[in-house]
């Protein structure tokens, strides 16, 4: 909301400029988006969806008045003396969605342009001057917060106005030339023949004012908020008109609103009153009314507020203080007999017991219709602490009458994979659920995008199958914006047919390491990314072994399956969590055949289940997707995404177990064989565990060669072997004797020679 400085003092007259006033109510709750000097001083205000009355100036200048305790002047609403009545009718047919409407016909004395005055205010609010009716309209919508709209009288057919429901089928071509067709369920305003405007969103423009016109309507009506939000959403229309309709305009400020109108008109020289108002309103309500207690307000605050200041306080905002002799049916009172301890002292923000809250002073408040988000006593206590400053209320901590509860171990999971993944050089990201369909089906494993019914567009069409789509986007932005260097990762849900789950992905692109003086910087490949998910699987307690797979999102021959293992002191494994999660698949149910470097367990058949079901995937994503997405040609990009719920289930749980430190040295030998080129460096790890006896602790691969003396279809890869015994030192022959079993065993199953 753009309020025009000048505008506020004409109403109320502050003693401070726009900074000074603009940081005053921004204290009571409204956010301060900016504020412009000039000829026009400006303050822009960020009004939320529950406070409809202060996208007004005059609302914004009742905060004002309410802040400074200064009276409020409100603008001319008389209407002007009328002249002869013509012919028209008003016709409700939908009392649901309008419950009031009212309307006034007017001679139109002048089609020339507005006032000087008018037309720089309607600017300095962010409103176009159009012509002198159309913008006394605009002007009464900023200053009252409630949109009016002008019929030529002459387009009309049968001199009729009905507020009904559309009938199927039925178009409009609304003012901004657009044909629009309409549902049942969308209120418009139609003349004895066919719609004339949609109700609370836009007129037509078979009906506009034009030129010509002699004799205009002017309508000024309440509609049901709900029915303006969805006929807005539905359309794609959203207007200043409907923006104020469907967050809750004020019932009683329709006719205020068409006075308001008839006063500038006839100021202006541009029109004057044709006979009385029309005013429709078939089943009057009657005002909200709730019973305020003090006691409550001191234990919701946790201080004393004066009884005396308490209608002080209220009454400027517009609301009726008086004191109450029995408690309204309506008003909401909760826990009459419950004790509270609060504050009850006169000196303020001491502290002392407060009794029973059904005793003590209370009053009956009335609250204005235009205060459509006030509806409990609770609302108006916020209402005297927001005015009294929150700054000023004391900090108090809350009683506490249990101990508080454990941590939820999700929270805990979640928190450990960030710090891991961060400690990794990631940053997070935070991405929508809802991404464009064509970004989806790439992911989607063949089936169809879980669509919305009511998207906000296009780009937010469909949920999301994984987290990748919004990633991907994500570095896209980013490079197109020079950043060449790119690691991010993101936690959340994903949806497929079978059910919502949560999952966390990353993507990385550009230096696989940061550049340094000492050496060149080197791009990221597939196992950086590799690296990343092993370090985040060990820090939580997960061995995982990785397989090929062809995915068609990822570059065939540089993508693989995350395959998680038991490791022997998991808890998992002997009760419900692997029953519950052991079908747990992500992205894809892919079965793995087990491999021989395993974890045993007491329980192996177990262990197996879930080796045989990837839990997630990384690889390079496919330069098609890259493409689509407008990500520079010829830059790799490399993702990976796990099951967070399948890491929940396999996570080891208990204490923590401390060993001591290694009594006795261990022995170190290097193996260097030939093998083949296309065998994976796990199989030989897994060949070398299995054959090697309990006193090997560790294998670690330090060197691949391929080139002179290699032949073309092998690969020369060299290993360091730590062995070491916790209660004894190794003799040579021991280790001698391992190493031999070692040997003949990667001979008889890799066909590897040694070196």
């Not at 988000?373 to 209320?393: Q, T």
């Not at 990201?429 to 991404?435: C, D, G, S, Y």
């Amino acid at each position: 909301m753009r309020l025009p400085y000048h505008w506020l003092r004409e109403l109320v007259t502050v003693p401070d400029g726009p900074d000074a006033l603009a940081s005053t109510l921004g204290l009571r709750g409204f956010e301060v988006a900016s504020v412009e000097d000039g000829a026009q001083p400006v303050i822009d205000f960020e009004i939320t969806a529950n406070r409809p009355d202060c996208l007004s100036v005059i609302g914004l200048a009742r905060e004002a008045s309410a802040a400074y305790s200064l009276p409020l002047t409100l603008p001319d609403r008389r209407l002007p003396p009328a002249g002869d009545a013509k012919p028209f009718a008003v016709i409700i047919e939908d009392a649901e969605l309008c419950p009031r409407y009212c309307a006034q016909v007017f001679e139109v004395l002048s089609q020339a342009a507005s006032p000087s005055w008018l037309r720089e205010r309607l600017e300095a609010a962010g409103v176009r001057s159009i012509s002198a009716i159309v913008d006394v309209t605009n002007y009464v919508m900023i200053e009252m917060g409630h949109p009016t709209h002008a019929f030529d009288l002459a387009r009309l057919g049968g001199a009729t106005l009905r507020v009904r429901r559309a009938k199927r089928g039925e178009k409009i071509r609304t003012l901004d030339g657009i044909e629009r067709a309409l549902e049942p369920d969308m209120l418009v305003i139609a003349d004895a023949e066919r719609a004339q405007a949609i109700g609370g969103v836009m007129g037509g423009a078979d009906s506009e004012i034009g030129s010509g016109a002699r004799v205009m309507v002017l309508e000024s009506a309440y509609f049901k908020p709900s029915s303006v939000r969805r006929t807005s959403k539905s359309l794609g229309l959203k207007t200043e008109a409907s923006t104020r309709f469907e967050r809750g305009a004020d019932i009683n400020g329709a006719p205020a609103a068409i006075a308001r109108a008839a006063a500038l008109l006839h100021q202006i020289g541009a029109a004057r009153p044709l006979g009385a108002m029309i005013d429709r309103y078939p089943a009057p309500k009657a005002p909200l009314s709730l019973t305020l207690r003090s006691a409550r307000i001191a234990r919701m605050l946790g201080e004393h507020v004066p009884d005396g200041e308490v209608p002080a306080r209220l009454e400027p905002l517009g609301f009726g203080v008086k004191p109450a002799e029995g408690r309204d049916p309506r008003s909401e009172v909760r826990g009459a007999s419950a004790k509270g301890r609060g504050p009850t002292s006169e000196g303020r923000g001491s502290r002392s017991e407060v009794g029973d809250e059904g005793t003590g002073r209370e009053w009956i408040v009335d609250v204005p219709t235009f205060r459509v988000d006030v509806l409990r006593e609770i609302d108006l206590i916020e209402e005297i602490a927001r005015h009294d400053g929150y700054a000023s209320l004391p900090g108090t901590f809350p009683t506490l009458t249990a101990a508080q509860a454990a941590p939820d171990q999700r929270t805990l999971r979640d928190r450990a994979i960030k710090q891991v993944l961060i400690a990794c050089g990631l940053s997070e990201a935070m991405t929508f659920a809802f991404v464009e369909r064509a970004a989806a089906l790439p992911f989607a494993n063949g089936t169809e995008p879980a669509a919305l019914a009511n998207p906000l567009s296009e780009k937010y069409a469909v949920l999301r199958p994984s987290l990748l789509p919004g990633l991907i986007d994500a570095a896209s932005y980013n490079r197109r914006r020079e950043r060449r260097d790119i690691r991010l990762f993101e936690t959340g849900a994903r949806f497929t047919p079978a059910g919502e789950n949560r999952a966390v992905a990353g993507v990385w692109s550009g230096a696989g390491a940061l550049s340094h003086w000492s050496g060149g910087a080197r791009a990221v490949d597939f196992f950086d990314v590799k690296g990343a998910v092993e370090t985040l699987c060990r820090t939580l307690g997960i061995d995982v072994t990785f397989e090929p797979v062809s995915r068609p999102y990822f570059v065939e021959g540089r993508a693989a399956a995350v395959i998680f293992r038991l490791k022997p002191e998991a808890t998992s494994i002997h009760g419900d969590p692997v029953a519950t999660h052991g079908d747990l698949v992500a992205p894809h149910d892919d079965h793995v055949a087990p491999h021989d470097d395993h974890v045993a367990t007491h329980d192996d058949h177990v262990a197996s289940a879930f080796r045989r079901k990837t839990a997630g995937e990384l690889g390079q994503i496919a330069p098609a997707i890259l493409d689509a997405r407008e990500l520079p040609p010829n830059e790799a990009l490399f993702a990976f995404e796990l099951d967070v719920d399948a890491i929940g289930a396999l996570r080891p749980s208990g204490d923590f177990r401390a060993e001591s430190l290694p009594r006795f040295p261990s022995v170190v030998r290097d193996l260097s064989i030939l093998v083949d080129a296309i065998l994976p460096a796990a199989a030989v790890r897994g060949t070398i565990r299995s054959s090697a006896p309990e006193t090997l602790a560790e294998v670690t691969e330090f060197d691949r060669y391929r080139g002179k003396g290699v032949p073309d279809d092998r690969v020369s890869l060299s290993l360091r072997l730590t062995f070491r015994s916790p209660d004894r030192t190794l003799t040579d022959g021991e280790v001698d004797e391992a190493m031999n079993r070692i040997v003949a065993a990667l001979a008889a199953d890799h066909g590897a020679v040694r070196r």
